[in-house]
C-alpha cells in the first residue's frame, strides 16, 4: 500500500536540484501527486506531496544525506487523511488582496479568516515595484474553505473592513463546487 508524505526541502539555488529531487524519489517507487517550487532570494524551497510504496519509505531519509551536506533541509511528513476527509461540505472561495505594501497585510487577513474557522488551502503573495511610481505593490491570492455553517457575509464584511483600515483592494470569488 502507498504512504503518502510531505517533502520539504530548501537550500541553495542551483541548475538542477529539481531534477536531483524527484530522480531520488522516482528510483524507490515514488510519485510526486502534487508541488510547488519557488526560489525566495537566493534560496530554492520545495513542497511536494508524494505517494512511494511503504516499504521503500524507510531509507528515504538516507537518500537525501548527500544533499544535506551540500546545505539543504530536508523533511518528510506523513499525510495520511486526504483533503476531502478532513472537510467534507466545506466551501471554496478564492481571496484576491491588492495595495501598497506594508507590513502585516498577510497577518491581518490570516488572523481574520482563523477567527472565522476558515482553512486556508494555498496562499501565495509578492511585492514588486509600480510600473509608473516604483512604489512597492503588494498582491496576494489564496484559496480558502469555509465551513458550511460559517455566514459568508459576516466574514466577508470583516475582509472589505481589513480593505477599507489598510487600503487594500480586497475581492472575494466563490469557487463552484
Avoid: C
Wanted: aromatic share 6%; net charge negative.
Amino acid at each position: 500500500m502507498p504512504k503518502k508524505f510531505v517533502l520539504t526541502l530548501t537550500g541553495p539555488d542551483r541548475i538542477g536540484i529539481v531534477e536531483n529531487v524527484t530522480g531520488l524519489l522516482l528510483d524507490r517507487g515514488g510519485n510526486v501527486e502534487t508541488s510547488r517550487m519557488a526560489r525566495l532570494g537566493g534560496e530554492f524551497a520545495v513542497l511536494m506531496l508524494v505517494s512511494m510504496p511503504e516499504e521503500r519509505f524507510a531509507d528515504l531519509e538516507g537518500a537525501f544525506d548527500e544533499l544535506k551536506t551540500q546545505g539543504y533541509k530536508v523533511g518528510t511528513t506523513p499525510a495520511d487523511r486526504t483533503h476531502a476527509e478532513s472537510h467534507v461540505g466545506w466551501l471554496p472561495y478564492v481571496i484576491e488582496v491588492h495595495g501598497a505594501d506594508h507590513e502585516g497585510i498577510i497577518h491581518e487577513v490570516a488572523r481574520h479568516l482563523a477567527q472565522h474557522g476558515i482553512s486556508i488551502e494555498e496562499m501565495d503573495s509578492e511585492s514588486a515595484p509600480a510600473s509608473t511610481s516604483g512604489v512597492p505593490v503588494f498582491a496576494m491570492s489564496a484559496r480558502v474553505l469555509v465551513p458550511p455553517d460559517e455566514s459568508v457575509q459576516g466574514w466577508e464584511a470583516g475582509l472589505e473592513e481589513i480593505g477599507w483600515r489598510l487600503n487594500l483592494e480586497i475581492d472575494v470569488i466563490a469557487m463552484e463546487t
